[in-house]
T-cell receptor
Framework: AQSVTQLDSQVPVFEEAPVELRCNYS??????LFWYVQYPNQGLQLLLK??????LVKGINGFEAEFNKSQTSFHLRKPSVHISDTAEYFC???????????????FGQGTILTVHP | DAGVTQSPTHLIKTRGQQVTLRCSPK?????VSWYQQALGQGPQFIFQ???????QRGNFPDRFSGHQFPNYSSELNVNALLLGDSALYLC????????????FGPGTRLLVL
């Protein structure tokens, strides 16, 4: 079984400042890693995903994340945030252990990012 | 492309009733997953349908059941509703392999009184 821990429930930041949202996971098998964003009263939208290869993954809206296998982390970063980035962000994992792995996503508790002017 | 659509958007039920939620997947997708998102929590996996069969299930009681139709659309049924079933129910569609992106609908907000 996998689990995901998002270390910060809320992150306030000023506009144009950098931000990092932290995510750690636990799994006994290899995983795929995802970051989703949820705006108020909406579903989830994929920001980026790590499947294999380069550990630095670039996504939409200027976000990027780095996979660190030794630390079992997948932190999300943006060098300069905008007011419109205010939303809730979810880290998720799915295992790819073979025949019984169908892409079930296990989510963290979410981090609310609030960007202040 | 309409993306993933869900109906209804909101629903109010009383304890003990039954509810059916509906989902139409994104064009070209044949796999539908359902998630429950309680207030202030991350989504939790309920089950996944592929080729009209449930092929993976999360830790939810049998009161939660589903169906997938030949056109890949899906229903989630919840029987004997409890107050704790109040949540946002999200449908996600994808292709059938785990590395594929799951595209989420806007959700159905269920309130059980």
């Amino acid at each position: 079984a996998q689990s995901v821990t998002q270390l910060d429930s809320q992150v306030p930041v000023f506009e144009e400042a950098p931000v990092e949202l932290r995510c750690n996971y636990s799994s006994s098998v290899s995983v795929y890693l995802f970051w989703y964003v949820q705006y108020p009263n909406q579903g989830l939208q994929l920001l980026l995903k790590y499947l294999s290869g380069s550990t630095l993954v670039k996504g939409i809206n200027g976000f990027e994340a780095e996979f660190n296998k030794s630390q079992t982390s997948f932190h999300l970063r943006k060098p300069s945030v905008h007011i419109s980035d205010t939303a809730e962000y979810f880290c998720a994992v799915s295992d790819h252990a073979g025949g019984t792995s169908y892409g079930k996503l296990t989510f963290g508790q979410g981090t609310i990012l609030t960007v202040h002017p | 492309d309409a993306g993933v659509t869900q109906s209804p958007t909101h629903l109010i039920k009383t304890r003990g009733q039954q509810v059916t939620l509906r989902c139409s997947p994104k064009s070209g997708h044949d796999t539908v997953s359902w998630y429950q998102q309680a207030l202030g929590q991350g989504p939790q996996f309920i089950f996944q349908y592929y080729e009209e069969e449930e092929r993976q299930r999360g830790n939810f009681p049998d009161r939660f059941s589903g169906h997938q139709f030949p056109n890949y659309s899906s229903e989630l049924n919840v029987n004997a509703l409890l107050l704790g079933d109040s949540a946002l129910y999200l449908c996600a569609s994808s292709l059938p392999t785990p590395q594929e992106t799951q595209y989420f609908g806007p959700g159905t907000r269920l309130l059980v009184l």
